[in-house]
């Protein structure tokens, strides 16, 4: 910049002392040496015959000031260097990592959402995100007991207010004791502030029927998400065929495999069964295992329960078997839990792997390496955004135990007001306590309308010709398969596109309805998906599916 201004007024003071009526004349170069200091120098009344040229001067001197301009660009451009960070030299790592729940079909659900802004006219008025399990985004109440007691606690003088009661009162002071200058303002332990961790402890006791819970396993976190990513990088290791093999359920949640590509660990795929509800067979995890063995060493073992994106809940059974295969193989289990409260079907019930194990004795309990996770994202709760979560880590090296709190304290702690989010989900109104009537019924109030609208979508789905959706068993979604012809599938290739991105694309362009293809997800060859969470208002939700029946009908018709 400041050659541009140089060079310009070295120009511009060049043509005012040779111009008639000019100052004065004198060599260029003289002109140049002088021109910046001089122009400064002199006050207004010296400069105003200077401002006085005639039309044909005054139009040479905007020729070369539009000369000096472009000499200045020029000098900008030659200066300018290589980026020290391209799309080349990037970590590769994180350059192969993908996200399909805020991936392509997202960005263009944002650019759709502006055009309709601006007037734009399209074949509907509004763009319904039904790609993401963000409760309070769709409409969801949040639940007043919670809000209280974070209220409270982020503006503690609410606490002589007769506005809110006292078992909420009761709850913020403890919360606020733990913190540092009875603040939540305030740096928390990396591991999460001792009373929460405590009440977590107790709440997991109460949960498996008094499975005993040592709040020094209790690690709160940035939502499951941290937990999760946290665990995956203590584990990975080694290089070639040694390199950390960690098996996931297909399809899967993608911060599975945008983690394991992040770390440069080996993603091992084992396939849940469609036909029977998206079920886990033992035979099917030991054929992963035994082909996976052949490039890599593989040690973790990943369960989702409830599923996400299938929604199916596993039985009693089905977790004895994981465990035993868990034990036998010497695997690391990881039990991603977040959706436990979100069971709907009759004749289903969430089992915690922590229970099942301890139910299976001691050569288990005492030997199987198991981290669980929860959040405050998901369930009745639906607090997405304060990131709330915990992971309890059992059986775990003592010298490891250290190396975790190490990796954990490198991002200090976890949001404070998130961890004070889910104590209440651990530690809710009991009967007895003065919120406890409307508690209850605000939580029973979410789930009931989620299981009905968990129905009503199965329902539906399976009324439309080449839409096939298994029961929604429990969690946040509907993950059915869709029938695509040829003809679509060569269109999509020639758009270079996944079919089911190609799908998700022409459904987004034509009904505003944003949902997630199963490409994103992982799906055996061949099958087609999408992912659409079950959390809109039921009116809007039934708009949506009679959009959905329509345009799927059409696309058969279409490309027939």
């Keep these: 910049m400041h050659r541009f201004i140089l060079v310009a007024r070295q120009t511009a003071a060049s043509l005012s002392c040779r111009g008639p009526g000019g100052c004065r004349s004198g060599p260029q170069d003289g002109a140049l040496r002088g021109a910046a200091g001089l122009a400064a120098a002199r006050p207004p009344s010296a400069r105003l015959p200077c401002a006085r040229l005639p039309r044909s001067a005054r139009g040479d001197a905007v020729r070369w000031s539009s000369a000096a301009k472009a000499s200045a660009v020029k000098i900008t451009e030659k200066a300018s260097r290589e980026k020290i960070l391209t799309l080349e030299s990037m970590n590769p790592q994180v350059k192969a990592v993908e996200?399909?729940?805020?991936?392509?079909?997202?960005?263009?659900?944002?650019?759709?959402?502006?055009?309709?802004?601006?007037?734009?006219?399209?074949?509907?008025?509004?763009?319904?995100?039904?790609?993401?399990?963000?409760?309070?985004?769709?409409?969801?109440?949040?639940?007043?007991?919670?809000?209280?007691?974070?209220?409270?606690?982020?503006?503690?003088?609410?606490?002589?207010?007769p506005s809110f009661p006292e078992d909420a009162k009761k709850r913020a002071r403890r919360i606020l004791q733990g913190c540092g200058g009875n603040s939540l303002g305030s740096y928390s332990a990396s591991q999460g502030i001792n009373c929460i961790r405590e009440d977590v402890a107790s709440y997991i006791e109460r949960r498996d029927g008094g499975v005993p819970a040592d709040p020094d396993n209790i690690y709160l976190t940035t939502g499951a998400s941290d937990g999760i990513t946290?665990?995956?990088?203590?584990?990975?290791?080694?290089?070639?065929?040694?390199?950390?093999?960690?098996?996931?359920?297909?399809?899967?949640?993608?911060?599975?495999?945008?983690?394991?590509?992040?770390?440069n660990a080996i993603q091992v795929n084992y396939y849940l069964d469609e036909e029977n509800c998206w079920a886990l067979y033992v035979n099917e995890l030991r054929r992963s295992l035994n082909e996976a063995k052949a490039y890599c060493n593989p040690k973790v073992l990943c369960v989702i329960n409830p599923g996400n994106p299938t929604g199916q809940v596993q039985s009693r059974k089905c977790i004895e078997d994981v465990i035993h295969f868990a034990w036998k193989e010497k695997l690391f289990l990881l039990a991603d839990e977040v959706y436990q409260d979100n069971v709907y079907s009759e004749g289903c019930q969430f089992h915690s792997f922590k229970k099942i194990l301890y139910e299976m004795g001691p050569e288990y309990y005492n030997n199987v390496e198991l981290a669980s996770f929860h959040s405050t994202s998901k369930g009745y709760m639906g607090e997405c955004g304060y990131r709330g979560g915990y992971m309890e880590v059992i059986n775990?090296?003592?010298?490891?135990?250290?190396?975790?709190?190490?990796?954990?304290?490198?991002?200090?702690?976890?949001?404070?007001?998130?961890?004070?989010?889910?104590?209440?989900?651990?530690?809710?109104?009991?009967?007895?306590?003065?919120?406890?009537?409307?508690?209850?019924?605000?939580?029973?109030?979410?789930?009931?309308?989620?299981?009905?609208?968990?129905k009503l979508t199965e329902d539906m789905f399976n009324t439309v010709p080449g839409i096939n959706c298994n029961p929604l068993q429990g969690a946040l979604y509907a993950f059915p398969r869709i029938f695509i012809p040829s003809k679509a599938i060569e269109e999509a290739?020639?758009?270079?596109?996944?079919?089911?991105?190609?799908?998700?694309?022409?459904?987004?362009?034509?009904t505003g309805i944003c949902v997630v293809p199963g490409s994103g997800f992982g799906q055996r060859e061949g099958t087609y998906h999408f992912r659409m969470t079950v959390l809109p208002p039921v009116e809007k939700l039934k708009i949506l599916l009679e959009k959905v029946k329509d345009f799927h009908i059409n696309f058969l018709e279409k490309y027939a």
Excluded: W
Excluded at 231 to 257: A, D, F, N
């Design 99 to 161: 996200y399909a729940v805020r991936g392509p079909i997202v960005l263009k659900a944002g650019e759709i959402e502006k055009e309709l802004r601006k007037g734009i006219k399209k074949p509907f008025t509004e763009v319904i995100k039904a790609n993401i399990g963000d409760a309070h985004a769709m409409g969801q109440r949040p639940i007043t007991f919670l809000r209280q007691v974070v209220a409270l606690c982020t503006y503690p003088n609410l606490l002589d207010s």
């Design 230 to 263: 946290t665990i995956l990088k203590i584990l990975v290791s080694g290089g070639g065929k040694s390199r950390t093999g960690v098996m996931i359920p297909i399809p899967q949640y993608p911060l599975y495999s945008a983690a394991i590509s992040e770390l």
């Design 396 to 454: 775990l090296h003592p010298e490891i135990k250290g190396q975790l709190v190490k990796l954990l304290s490198v991002r200090i702690c976890p949001p404070v007001s998130g961890q004070a989010a889910m104590d209440i989900v651990v530690n809710p109104p009991v009967p007895g306590e003065e919120s406890y009537s409307q508690f209850i019924k605000e939580k029973e109030s979410v789930l009931n309308n989620l299981a009905k609208k968990a």
């Design 493 to 510: 290739k020639a758009h270079k596109m996944a079919p089911d991105m190609f799908y998700c694309m022409k459904l987004l362009e034509e």
